[in-house]
């Protein structure tokens, strides 16, 4: 999710450092970046099924829900309604490009800082809006604080933690947005019964809270020793890498960061050598990854889960309070990928979430066809049970597989050269469809009614072929010897790397090409994908 300058793989060795309180605040960081990014995801589905903040932005819609004309499946059908949810992606889309500049010139420490400003201010301009053209303005501004903040925490995290514990703090940011969910879904439970029409407000303005210790958090911690000495300010950053392990022994780990740094300027243009034949795998896996990850239909649930619920028939309380299950199944399944990515591996996760998530789609499609009809008022106490758990079924498959590894995949397969660049893509695919996805989907529900989820399951479908017999298995293997380890050993994207294979270092020079020996072969073997040839 990070964007600009540049990551030094934490593969290259293990070097001295303590967990000292600098990196203890940079798990803060990841806390207010994450649970400011999945508290606006939360609480826009929330306030948009309260009868006070339709009967003020959106009229039309209000009266539909109530005068019970229309099909249970479009009453919320509004395109007004849709962009303001959906603006907040769009925004924080353009905003990525201006974010990987200034992570890049400015450092990672200062991008922070303006993401914590765009989000205060979009919190006040939200919670005191007084028209619609207000309230679209501060979702906008929210989302600008989404593109800087998801280009600069991440990479922040990545750079300042100890190399044992990146990994973990990598997820942690996603642990820390499906916090920000369930928050914001106990916020809506609790706003939705306030008298008066003011508690979309609350709501609303409770952002405020990590937006703030956004901000106070970006003022108090150094920069990165990795952005301080790719900007020149060598002598800065070792004594800021002294600072953050802890000990005196930095000097290895310091001059591996000055040769990541010098590396990585030699590429003069990366995102035209992210584009060359031997980036392809890279480059298609990534942007596949980001599409299929909102082709699960998994923000559309999270987004409008409160309204979804009350579209089948669940009365206001049932169906906030289904929502808030929903965002707890999210959190602790998050914790089951933090606990077996490195165990299990990342191939594992996806093909059994991808059963798990087409099996419960097809359930709830087959319940809501045949139980849920155009003007119905309700649906069955026991069958409304089963779609809840279906849902929960489907969030708890996507919270362990698709949710942290659509990020993780991308960011450790990417080699130095192209990392930033590759990155950067990867956050812009995320966003232009995540923010496709939640224009549509209530007017892909009315349209569809219950196939909707007969639609994401065929994707469902579709991506986990993609892993079976595209996606190599990269647990457990040092970034740099991607290329060799699993690249050139892939049944199919081997055949890409034939200029590598002749020469091509990545970096500019010739180098001879390594010979593998008997035995390194059997160090690289690897489930690097299901070969259909070998099954012939």
């Known amino acids: 999710m990070a964007g600009g300058g540049f990551a030094a793989s934490s ?77 907040l992606y769009l925004a ?35 919670a005191a809006a007084q028209d619609l053209a207000m309230l679209i303005i501060g979702r906008i501004l929210l989302g600008c604080g989404v593109g800087f903040a998801n280009q600069a925490v991440p990479l922040f995290l990545s750079e300042i933690a100890p190399t044992r514990i990146r990994g973990a703090l990598n997820i942690l940011f996603q642990l820390n947005v499906t916090i920000g969910i ?60 002294r600072k953050i392990r802890g000990t ?26 992210l584009m060359q034949r031997r980036n392809r795998p890279q480059l298609v896996i990534a942007v596949a990854l980001q599409i299929f990850q909102q082709c699960t239909g998994i923000n559309a649930i999270m987004f409008y889960a409160p ?45 059994e979430a991808g059963i798990q998530m087409f099996f419960s789609q097809v359930v709830i499609a087959i319940i809501l066809g045949i139980k849920v009809k155009e003007h119905s008022e309700n649906l069955h106490n026991t069958y409304a049970i089963i779609v809840v758990v279906m849902v929960c079924t489907f969030v708890s498959a996507f919270a362990w597989s698709w949710g942290p590894l659509g990020w993780l995949i991308p960011s450790e397969t990417f080699p130095l050269e192209t990392r930033s660049a590759g990155q950067s893509v990867t956050v812009c695919v995320n966003l232009l469809f ?8 209530l007017s892909m529900l009315c349209h569809f009614k219950y196939g909707i989820f007969i639609f994401f399951s065929g994707w469902v479908l579709i991506m986990s072929f993609f892993v079976l017999f595209l996606v190599p298995e990269t647990k457990n293997i040092p970034i740099e010897e991607m290329t060799e380890r699993v690249w050139k050993k892939h049944w199919f994207w081997k055949r890409f790397m034939d200029d590598h294979v002749e020469g091509f270092n990545g970096y500019g020079d010739n ?16 489930n690097n994908g299901f070969d259909p040839a070998s099954q012939l």
């Open 11 to 87: 593969a290259g060795g293990d070097f001295e450092a303590k967990i000292t309180p600098i990196v203890i605040i940079s798990c803060i960081m990841a806390a207010t970046g994450g649970l400011m990014f999945g508290y606006d995801v939360g609480v826009s589905g929330g306030v948009t099924s309260m009868d006070p903040f339709l009967m003020k932005f959106f009229p039309v819609v209000y009266r539909k829900t109530k005068e019970g004309k229309d099909s249970n499946y479009c009453k919320y059908d509004n395109q007004g309604l849709q962009l303001f949810t959906s603006s």
């Open 434 to 441: 995540t923010f496709v996805i939640a224009q549509a989907f």
């Open 92 to 126: 924080g889309l353009t905003s990525t490009f201006f974010a990987s500049y200034t992570t890049r010139r400015l450092g990672r420490r200062l991008t922070m800082l303006i993401a914590g400003l765009f989000f205060l201010v979009g919190v006040v301009l939200n």
């Open 307 to 351: 309204v979804l619920f009350k579209t089948l028939g669940f009365h206001d309380d049932a169906s906030l309070y289904s929502a808030v299950i929903t965002g707890a199944v999210n959190v602790l399944s998050t914790l089951v990928s933090i606990y077996s990515v490195d165990k299990v591996g990342r191939r594992v996760l996806l093909l």
């Open 182 to 241: 369930l928050f914001a879904s106990l916020v809506n439970y609790g706003t939705a019964k306030i008298k008066g029409g003011w508690g979309w407000r609350l709501s609303l303005g409770l952002a405020g809270i990590p937006a703030l210790l956004l901000t106070v958090g970006a003022l108090m911690v150094v920069e990165t020793p990795n952005s301080l000495i790719e900007r020149g300010r060598l002598e800065e950053g070792k004594a800021v890498l």
């Open 511 to 526: 180098d001879e090409e390594t010979v593998v020996n008997g035995s390194d072969k059997k160090v690289y073997a690897h």
């Open 248 to 273: 005196d022994k930095i000097e290895p780990e310091f001059q591996e960061l000055v040769e990541a740094s010098r590396v990585a300027k030699l590429v003069k243009h990366p995102f035209k050598n």
